[in-house]
């Protein structure tokens, strides 16, 4: 789960000016079908599955046509002492903390459990779900185990393995 500090929302929306292409992408008739992760991103995830805490990363990509190319994930802004194994606190945005060209946030499940923008059965979004909702990025995903748990605008949950399949050989 996400929480927020009282005093700085990570998810406040930004102007047009600042991402008008995040922005355009964002509309539920036009929501990304596909998240694509390069191998660097790939890395990054695999480096932190093992970690005890949730961590936070901002994914720093492009939106191309239906689809999220997401570059790289740069950490967060987040307090070691803000990071536990059921929620983390960042202290600012992915922007106001450097990071340009964001096109969501990533952060994990350690135990891999309760990865889900919707409570299951039902349309009554989760912690997580209600932060998306509050969000200007296009997409939001959650790092549960081996796969990715991710989600667009138009509110479509759709999961992503973490590992490429290995070819025979």
Do not use: K
């Amino acid at each position: 789960m996400i929480r927020f500090a009282a005093h700085e929302s990570v998810r406040a929306p930004r102007a047009a000016a600042q991402a008008p292409t995040l922005l355009a992408a964002a509309q539920p008739g036009e929501a990304p079908r596909m998240l694509i992760l390069s191998d660097q991103a790939r890395r990054f995830l695999a480096l932190y599955r093992a970690f005890p805490t949730e961590f936070m990363g901002c994914m720093i990509g492009e939106v191309r046509g239906r689809a999220i190319v997401v570059d790289r994930i740069a950490p967060a802004d987040v307090d070691p002492s803000e990071s536990t194994v059921s929620w983390v606190v960042p202290r600012q945005t992915c922007e106001g903390a450097g990071w340009s060209g964001t096109v969501g946030m990533i952060h994990s499940h350690p135990t891999a459990e309760r990865c889900w923008y919707f409570f299951p059965g039902t349309q009554v979004p989760s912690a997580d779900g209600q932060s998306f909702r509050a969000a200007s990025y296009p997409v939001d995903a959650i790092m549960c185990g081996d796969r990715v748990v991710w989600i667009n605008r138009a509110m479509q949950q759709q999961d992503l393995p973490l590992t490429l399949p290995r070819s025979p050989g």
